[in-house]
């Protein structure tokens, strides 16, 4: 196993949070994935990500990418962070994770060109109730402009009051420098349910938050679809409810997860044969007005095994082959 050098033992520490990391898988050119489990929470695993976006240096686009959750409650059908749901973290448990990443580069949070802290890791940041208070403690923490942050979230129904939340947050502290990303990964509600098996928003439902979500100099609110083979994706459907002022639509591999693998899943964007249907759909959403992005992302990635829950899951295996003491 790979201890980070320089901690060790050593317990990083950011106001009540006390965070012990584990385990490290990556490279720094890629994006290294480092395992953690907190103080008071023996044996709940968390993942937290210093990434970089390929086509940039890091002291040009760093990406630090944080877990909400230790496991995950929703157990997408296509993720490994699924299943072995141990609960919420706490605010500084988040801070934590940001603070941990950051100390690896010393200066860089003030002088990179762009720094978007991801909330996007292990978990749905919507089934915890600190996440709003978390963003709005990221703010004062680093004022500096050039911090972006990011949240992905599959649209959990039920939780209205959090979101309206959010978005106060938003609005007071991160106005033009928040990404939001829904989950959509189908234009079809029976599969969007059997994909991400929680009681989800509709379509109609995402439509009409991120219309009210989006102000003037806002991102445009991003439709992320990881497409598995035979997915519907239907350009028709996607105008019916979003306005393409409002939203992007974003394509994004589907990870060679373990629980993806097992069930079978491929992505549509390596697979020529039904990867035609997907490109005119994009055609057709380009003539309506949309920003359609591909983002296949750096391949490596998939090598190192960096995608969500794998680097838990490979720690955990490796715990249990390690010959007893
Ligand atoms: S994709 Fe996100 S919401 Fe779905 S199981 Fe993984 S961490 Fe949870």
């Given at each position: 196993m790979t201890t980070p050098s320089g901690f060790g033992a050593e317990t990083f520490r950011c106001g009540s949070a006390g965070l012990k990391i584990l385990f490290r898988q990556g490279r720094p050119d890629v994006a290294e994935v480092y395992v953690g489990e907190f103080e008071g929470?023996?044996?709940?695993r968390l993942e937290c990500v210093d990434g970089?976006?390929?086509?940039?240096p890091r002291r040009d686009k760093w990406i630090i990418n944080i877990s909400t959750?230790?496991?995950?409650?929703?157990?997408?059908?296509?993720?490994?962070?699924?299943?072995d749901y141990r609960g919420d973290l706490g605010v500084d448990e988040m801070m934590a994770q940001v603070f941990f990443v950051a100390s690896r580069h010393p200066g860089l949070m003030e002088t990179c060109g762009k720094l978007k802290i991801h909330f996007?890791?292990?978990?749905?940041?919507?089934?915890?109730?600190a996440v709003p208070e978390t963003i709005r403690r990221l703010r004062e923490a680093i004022p500096h402009p050039n911090v972006w942050c990011c949240l992905a979230t599959t649209a959990p129904a039920g939780r209205e009051a959090w979101f309206e939340r959010f978005w106060e947050v938003k609005e007071a502290g991160w106005r033009g420098r928040f990404q939001l990303q829904f989950s959509?990964?189908?234009?079809?509600e029976a599969e969007r349910h059997r994909l991400m098996p929680v009681r989800l928003w509709s379509l109609g439902d995402v439509a009409r938050y991120g219309e009210r979500w989006y102000g003037q100099g806002d991102r445009r609110v991003v439709l992320n679809f990881a497409l598995a083979e035979g997915a519907a994706f239907e350009a028709d459907r996607i105008r019916e409810y979003f306005d393409p002022a409002v939203f992007a639509i974003k394509l994004t591999p589907l990870n060679p997860t373990r629980r993806g693998r097992e069930a079978g899943f491929r992505t549509?964007?390596?697979?020529a044969r039904s990867r035609a249907a997907t490109d005119r759909a994009c055609e057709r959403l380009h003539q309506f007005g949309y920003d359609v992005v591909i983002s296949i992302g750096d391949g490596r990635e998939d090598q190192i095994g960096s995608n969500c829950g794998q680097a838990v899951l490979r720690y955990q295996e490796e715990e249990e082959d390690s010959p007893a003491p």
């Open positions: 929470r023996p044996g709940a970089l976006d390929a086509a940039w959750q230790i496991g995950c409650p929703v157990g997408c059908l296509f993720c490994d962070a699924g299943g996007a890791r292990m978990g749905e940041p919507a089934l915890n109730d959509v990964n189908s234009t079809a549509i964007l390596r697979a």
